[in-house]
């Protein structure tokens, strides 16, 4: 149990709609991750929210976007979503950056795109 | 050079038998080393981290070897068991783009212990 809890854990969308997935960070946790899971590969970096403010980002489009809340919540958004973002999406919190801070997992939502 | 090798991509090992499974990185920015462990379904959960600074680290029947002249890093797992059964993914963290640090992760090994 991490304290990473994301909703929804499954949804279906269809090609060209737009998606919120949601995520509660573990406690005293201020940084908020977000990574794309393909079946069978690993986790990819998709953006970080530190403080509500994104302060870094992997190679994703502009479609993908986020916010933080003063709560340290978060939320990931998909626009016009296409058939290879059917994919896991994990949350990940963790203490402000420094070296080796753990970073916690949560479940994940699971988004299939038909 | 953010890539992060990971090698076998599927392992099959008798029960008390030792796992290993290694990976490469090239960024020599990198500076902490976890590895996680994923059933199906789940989110990947922290096993046990390394930093460069070390070139061993046990917590249980698990050690990481680290090797920083080689860029190269390994987890054994010791007595594995059945229940080890699971994905096992390397990762490397170091910072990115703004002052985020994210985790560059392998592709990940199937590991699959037989009773």
């Known amino acids: 149990e991490t304290g990473v809890t994301q909703s929804p854990t499954h949804l279906i969308k269809t090609r060209g709609q737009q998606v919120t997935l949601r995520c509660s960070s573990q406690?005293?946790?201020?940084?908020v991750s977000w990574y794309q899971q393909a079946l069978g590969q690993g986790p990819q970096f998709i953006f970080q929210y530190y403080r509500e403010e994104e302060n870094g980002r992997g190679n994703f489009p502009p479609r993908f976007s986020g916010l933080q809340f003063p709560n340290y919540s978060s939320e990931l958004n998909v626009n016009a979503l296409e058939l290879n973002d059917s994919a896991l999406y994990l949350c990940?919190?963790?203490?402000?950056?420094?070296?080796?801070?753990?970073?916690?997992f949560g479940e994940g939502s699971w988004l299939t795109v038909v | 050079q953010q890539q992060v090798k990971q090698s076998p991509q599927s392992l099959i090992v008798q029960k008390g038998g030792i796992s290993i499974i290694n990976c490469a990185y090239e960024?020599?920015?990198?500076?902490?080393f976890p590895w996680y462990q994923q059933f199906p379904g789940k989110g990947p959960a922290l096993l046990i981290a390394i930093r460069p600074d070390v070139s061993e680290k046990k917590e249980g029947r698990f050690t990481i070897s680290f090797n920083k002249s080689a860029k190269q890093f390994s987890l054994h797992i010791m007595d594995s068991q059945p229940g080890d059964s699971a994905t096992y993914f390397c990762?490397?963290?170091?910072?990115?783009?703004?002052?985020?640090?994210?985790?560059?992760f392998g592709s990940g090994t199937q590991l699959t212990v037989l009773p």
């Open positions: 990762a490397a963290s170091g910072k990115g783009s703004g002052s985020a640090r994210q985790l560059t």
């Open positions: 406690s005293g946790h201020n940084t």
């Open positions: 990940a919190s963790s203490r402000p950056t420094g070296t080796g801070n753990t970073i916690y």
């Open positions: 960024n020599t920015a990198f500076d902490y």
